[in-house]
């Protein structure tokens, strides 16, 4: 059987350590289960040697790898939306290159999907061995992210996409940021989940530092979130009601008790409402900074070099 049945995308940043081992495995992996595979590897813009490992990787096994290089870092996002270009499988596994997520538990998402053909399996890690700052930093975003009010799962990087839902995000996904989970809640509710294996990192550190984590859900609330214009808007609300109440307080008090306003009370009333207006300016300028790049089609990454 000729026809690639899956397809696994992986980005990669600063793995050389372990982007070798990951290959083996999975190779093994797809070997016992006579499943046609390919590999999709997008550097992400890695400071370390990962591009040569990968290149070695492709040149000792040419059919079964496509690696692609971008010219800095994009994210993990973006990268995943760059390798579901270069798929041709059935189905689309995701997964991260630092081997937390054991290749051999592929065998159940699978498994999962055959008995329930549902568009997207989630491998929920049962004890995720991430930093404490990583996992706070995950569980924020999964949790208050606009997505997760109507999916009941729980999110992961290691996931089964059905084939139909890739196209879907690839031809009606047009910003240049992308959030996977929120992307495919917009195009499926088939969404199920099962537990599996997650282990310590082998090697290096998690790329998701909590800079890193706060731009990411910044991102996800501009972009998949009217959130913040609803902050504005019942936070314009209760400001001016308190505003009100105050402003009442002190005209009832200069008009029985004959008390002078004061210049603190002056000052504070303008510094108040000049932050809230600035606040929200701030909100509407990241929204129209969105707009002009989705206008200006502004490309999600920069791709420096491809081998098929």
């Known amino acids: 059987m000729n026809q690639i049945e899956v397809s696994i995308v992986i980005p990669v940043y600063n793995s050389s350590q372990t ?25 992400d813009g890695s400071m370390d040697s990962s591009w040569r490992e990968i290149e070695k990787l492709k040149k000792e ?28 499988g059935g189905v689309v596994i995701t997964m991260d290159d630092d081997l937390q997520h054991p290749p051999e538990e592929m065998e159940k998402l699978l498994s999962k999907y055959d008995d329930t053909d549902s568009d997207i399996i989630y491998g929920v890690p049962k004890n995720k061995q991430h930093s404490v700052i990583r996992n706070l ?19 992961s990087s290691f996931r089964l996409i059905k084939r139909e839902i890739i196209e879907e995000i690839k031809n009606k996904h047009h910003y240049n940021f992308l959030f996977l989970d ?77 008390v002078p306003l004061g210049y603190t009370s002056l000052i504070v009333s303008i510094l108040f409402s000049t932050g809230l207006i600035l606040f929200c300016l701030g909100i509407i300028g990241q929204y129209l900074y969105k707009l002009f790049q989705l206008q200006n089609q502004k490309p999600p990454y920069f791709i420096k070099h491809i081998l098929k």
Request: aromatic share 14%; glycine share 8%.
């Open 19 to 43: 982007i070798a081992e990951l290959f083996t495995r999975i190779d093994s992996f797809f070997a016992g289960n006579g499943k046609k595979y390919e590999l999709i590897l997008v550097d």
């Open 61 to 88: 096994n040419p059919e079964k790898i496509i690696a692609i290089k971008f010219v800095k870092n994009f994210g993990q996002q973006n990268a995943l939306l760059c390798g579901f270009n270069y798929c041709s």
């Open 137 to 155: 930093g995950s569980d924020f975003v999964s949790k208050t992210s606009e997505y997760s009010s109507t999916n009941t799962t729980k999110g």
């Open 182 to 258: 929120a992307a495919i809640n917009q195009f499926t509710g088939r969404i199920d989940y099962i537990f599996v294996e997650h282990h310590a990192r082998k090697a290096g550190k998690s790329g998701y530092t909590l800079k890193k984590l706060i731009s990411l859900y910044f991102n996800i609330l501009v972009n998949y979130s009217a959130a913040p214009l609803r902050v504005m808007t019942y936070g314009g609300l209760f400001a001016s009601i308190i505003s009100f109440l105050i402003g009442t307080h002190f005209i009832y008090k200069k008009i029985i008790h004959n």
